[in-house]
């Protein structure tokens, strides 16, 4: 096997060796491939170890979570403190000074989880308890500057959970606040539930904003590693809940007219105040890329974006008095609106299809491609699901996935096939 | 040391450090209050096992003299008794003279009745020790007050006597 300093040299030396016209730019493309799929073996070694990271992050938390008396509080506190301390400096010892990168990665991660564990056994020594979740945002704040520091994109994948979960638990909060239809829960994050379709437009706007921060980090040179990190969480949040909105049942029917009036209004300002920050960043950051697509995406976003946050604003209210669906109005499968987003669902999915193609990005049209079948079959299921008898239903169900399936393997793989050589010239031209 | 590393492991410990000594501060400063309880008893996925506690504060009444109707998501300062166990005696959104605690506003009814939380609604306990208890007016909670009005609950008492627990496979098994 080739060792790893070997393909690092190749990488810097391709590019060269294709302008000094020594190769052409497809033996070069073809060089690069064959000594990366070496490499790639090493990605096994940064899953395995990943894995483990997460399960001794696991384990200790479970014994943290015993609330084991054995330990004295303080020496629970120095240990913990200590194991997270010197799982970073570990880490960081393998990666830059031993040439363990992908194991010293894992360890830095281990540490970031531990800092969790450490917050957790701190409100356990001190019965402290906010139902807000505070608690994430301290997590987040503590591993995000790390995250940088370490050039780590795992820890940084992590950080964006954290703030996502608080963010959530902030927003089921200020929306609930004063609403007599609230689910009642010990964790704020569930009365996210009671006002669901507020928490998709939330949600999708945060998923822009990571989208555009992405973008940000496409145009600095420091940190373009973590541009795919925030825009792969970015179109996931995205895709998600704007296929969350194609159900006819997010426009209509979730509230009652009393229900929907009880809302904190401040949940709104909430929704346009993520909403406007997410334009601003993104067409900042698009505005300074070549690109013209990075623009174009910004502005078509940013649009789906209001249009979603409207349509949830101002819901079809079901009567107080009618219980079963369809609340004594005629069964529609669709409603305008709903038909109208799931539209732009499949454009969304077209979209993110076609630039995974453009810009080369395998995670962009391997979501695309999910989200697609999870559309086709829940529309599948709404149609037929009262037009066929239980047995045909699910035989036809079956065929239907089967052949969905084969064909959508088919085509990803071709897409993916297409975009290879060219994503080997792009990997030889970053060096 | 690089700087790079000294900044992980010095910010990174900087922030445990400093979430620690906001945890404790008010536990090493602050006044002993008893608050009389009424429970609850689910399991946290993150930290184990605990016991959730409303006390009698959780509730506050209008007729206590106060500041004006409470709203939700509000701080609120609740003024209380001193000596034997503490009971409220008078609320609103400026800090009171005297003993008080600080807590937020969870709801507030219409007819004014209002649930409010301090940030001491939780108790952990040892693995499967706290599944039995069952809480009634003879329990109180031991917590500490700092002059901010932040408490933290130190220890359950019975009658007047600490709890504690402990987990005991025999027990389990019976």
């Known amino acids: ?431 | 040391m690089e700087r790079r590393l000294l900044f992980v492991l010095g910010f990174t410990a900087a922030v445990l450090v400093g979430f620690l000594l906001f945890a404790a501060l008010p536990t090493m400063t602050g006044r002993d209050a008893e608050l009389r309880m009424v429970p609850v008893d689910p399991t946290d996925l993150f930290a184990g096992e605990y016991m959730t506690i409303a006390y009698e504060i959780s509730t506050l009444s209008a007729s206590l003299p106060n500041d004006g109707p409470l709203r939700a998501g509000e701080t609120v300062y609740v003024a209380l008794s001193e000596g034997g166990v503490a009971e409220p005696v008078g609320y609103g959104y400026r800090k009171p003279a005297g003993f008080f605690i600080k807590g937020t506003v969870e709801e507030a009814d219409r007819d004014g009745r209002s649930r409010v939380t301090y940030g001491i609604e939780r108790f952990y306990v040892p693995e499967r020790s706290g599944r039995d208890v069952r809480i009634d007016r003879s329990w109180t909670a031991r917590v500490k007050i700092d002059a901010h009005g932040n408490a933290r609950v130190v220890a359950l008492l019975k009658d007047g006597t600490e709890v504690t627990f402990s987990y005991s496979p025999a027990a389990e098994r019976r």
């Open chain 1, 1 to 431: 096997m080739a060792s790893r300093r070997f393909v690092k040299d190749l990488r810097n030396e391709v590019p060269r060796l294709v302008a000094d016209g020594l190769v052409t730019e497809d033996q070069g493309a073809r060089l690069l491939a064959r000594y990366a799929a070496q490499d790639e073996g090493r990605n096994v070694a940064s899953i395995v170890a990943t894995f483990g990271a997460i399960l001794i992050g696991l384990g200790i938390l479970t014994l943290v979570a015993l609330n084991w008396e054995a330990i004295p509080a303080l020496v629970r506190v120095l240990l913990l403190f200590g194991a997270t301390l010197g799982a970073y400096h570990a880490g960081y010892d393998l990666r830059c000074h031993r040439s363990f990168p992908k194991v010293g990665s894992a360890l830095a991660f281990l540490g970031a989880i531990l800092v969790g564990v450490s917050i957790v056994l701190v409100e356990q020594i001190y019965n402290l308890h906010s139902s807000a979740g505070h608690w994430l945002l301290l997590w987040t704040v503590a591993i995000v500057p790390v995250a940088y520091a370490l050039e780590s994109a795992s820890i940084l994948a992590l950080g964006l959970l954290t703030f996502a979960y608080w963010f959530g638990a902030q927003f089921g909060r200020v929306a609930t606040l004063g609403a007599p239809h609230r689910w009642w829960s010990d964790d704020a994050l569930f009365t996210l539930f009671s006002v669901w379709p507020l928490t998709v437009a939330v949600f999708l706007s945060l998923g822009i904003l990571y989208w555009a921060i992405g973008t940000l980090h496409d145009t600095r040179g420091w940190s373009r590693g973590f541009a795919r990190t925030y825009r792969g969480f970015g179109v996931f949040f995205l895709l998600f809940n704007a296929y969350m909105l194609t159900f006819r049942w997010f426009h209509g029917d979730f509230w009652t007219a009393e229900e929907f009036a009880s809302i904190n209004p401040m949940a709104f300002g909430v929704i346009w105040t993520v909403a406007t920050i997410s334009v601003v960043v993104f067409l900042t950051s698009a505005v300074g890329q070549r690109d013209r697509r990075e623009l174009w995406t910004a502005i078509a976003l940013s649009f789906f974006m209001v249009l979603a946050i409207v349509s949830v604003s101002f819901p079809q209210v079901r009567p107080s008095d009618y219980y079963e669906y369809p609340y004594g109005r005629p069964y529609e499968l669709f409603t305008p609106l709903s038909l109208l987003m799931n539209v732009l669902f499949l454009a969304l999915v077209v979209g993110a299809g076609w630039l995974g193609l453009a810009r080369h990005e395998r995670y962009l049209i391997n979501l695309a491609i999910l989200f697609f079948a999870v559309d086709v079959i829940s529309r599948y299921v709404e149609f037929f699901r009262d037009r066929l008898s239980g047995g045909v239903f699910f035989i036809v169900t079956g065929a239907v996935l089967i052949v969905l399936a084969f064909s959508l393997e088919k085509a990803r793989r071709r897409f993916l096939t297409k975009m290879e050589p060219v994503t080997a010239r792009n990997t030889a031209a970053r060096g």
